[in-house]
């Protein structure tokens, strides 16, 4: 699989700004989740889940092996058109916005408790439902510019993008969290000349990075700085370099904070013939600040995570640790308990693992953090 390295230079006064972008293929989605539209990282794992016609279902990947280990059902809910999924601290929240013909009066927020989520795979949701303030017409006249894709959280209110077909724009929409009968508040718009499909607002860098294509299949991934909840875009937005070819994209989420997860849909057509297999992308970027002023501090990490993954037939596990405190070692342990790798902290070059000389076999990826350890389980084949 190839790594595709692109770079993009842009000046910002009163200092300069480096963004460094790189864009890697992970693996193939689950064939679970072919019609994926959707993604979070939680708990150390990605969920997704799919999209209009589909099972009330979410599904909790393993990105090392990409294959399904869990699937939670929300017992009083239907998938309708579900487009989108986003998280707080306590809730998952499911997003059934899709809205191709603008014709829906009965779109919807599932609202889930992640306690329950945790502990049951079977799981009751509280329902948002809202109308658009503005739109007064829901006759049928093919596409429209009331379907929706991306849902995010941000502070104490959802905020949804639009995906007009008839504009190449986006509005944004707040809408409470509370559950009941509401009236979605429009807050901004942007001509992004595209179709939004998802979007993700990252708490540890305050940006907001939006996912899309044009209508022949180019993905795009906007960076938006400076969003408040009062004005989606009236700081910068960029353009990020995201060569992966032609992809139906549909998912993000953020892992830390400068790497996402991008999730692309099975595509098929007949005429003219184009067979696209549903993929998962991972997205760094690096900023380097050149300048004698220094830059704010960035927030602290909400938690503690590993994330693991593999390329398909590759020996190297590599993974993305999301930590503030010191790491004093990495070790890695067979199912007996039997330590067969191990590094001091001072030691660690590089996040990946070199797995030849491991048999085939379940181990755990290990790191003492000094408070606390976090481990992660693999699969050597």
Not at 38 to 49: D, R
Not at 116 to 136: H, L, M, P, R, T
Not at 263 to 272: A, D, G, L, N, Y
């Amino acid at each position: 699989m190839k790594l595709r390295f692109l770079h993009m230079v842009f000046a910002l006064l009163p200092y300069l700004l480096i963004s460094q972008v790189s864009v890697e293929e992970i693996g193939e989605m689950p064939p679970e989740l072919a019609e994926n539209s959707g993604l979070i990282f939680y708990n150390g794992k990605l969920i997704s889940h799919n999209d209009s016609g589909n099972t009330p279902e979410l599904y909790e990947i393993d990105t090392v092996s990409m294959q399904v280990n869990r699937i939670v059902t929300i017992s009083n809910a239907v998938n309708i058109d579900w487009e989108d999924i986003t998280q707080d601290e306590n809730h998952i929240y499911i997003a059934d916005i899709g809205n191709y013909f603008g014709t829906r009066e009965d779109l919807s927020i599932y609202k889930i408790s992640k306690q329950d989520f945790d502990s049951s795979g079977n799981v009751a949701a509280e329902k948002i439902n809202f109308a658009y303030e503005d739109q007064n017409s829901f006759e049928d006249s093919g596409k429209s510019n009331w379907d929706a894709e991306a849902l995010f959280v941000l502070n104490d209110q959802l905020v949804i993008l639009t995906k007009q077909w008839l504009g190449s724009g986006t509005v944004a929409y707040s809408v409470t969290k509370e559950p009941g009968n509401h009236t979605a508040k429009r807050l901004d718009t942007y001509q992004v000349d595209g179709l939004v499909t998802g979007a993700s607002f990252n708490p540890l860098s305050n940006e907001l990075l939006i996912l899309g294509h044009s209508s022949i299949l180019v993905p795009f991934v906007n960076r938006v700085n400076g969003v408040t909840t009062s004005t989606i875009f009236g700081g910068n937005v960029e353009n990020l370099p995201f060569d992966i070819g032609f992809a139906q994209t549909e998912g993000i989420a953020y892992i830390s904070q400068n790497r996402f997860v991008i999730s692309s849909e099975h595509f098929q057509r007949t005429i003219p013939a184009i067979n696209l297999n549903p993929l998962l992308y991972s997205l760094q970027m690096e900023n380097e600040v050149n300048s004698n002023e220094e830059m704010e501090p960035n927030p602290e990490i909400i938690e503690d995570s590993l994330l693991l993954y593999k390329k398909y037939g590759s020996n190297i596990l590599e993974y993305e640790l999301s930590t503030k405190k010191r790491v004093l070692a990495q070790a890695v342990f067979d199912t007996s308990g039997k330590m067969v790798h191990f590094k001091q902290g001072s030691e660690i070059e590089h996040t990946a693992l070199d797995l030849i000389s491991l048999k085939s076999g379940v181990y755990y990826l290990t790191f003492y953090l000094g408070d606390k350890i976090i481990s992660k389980p693999f699969v050597s084949n």
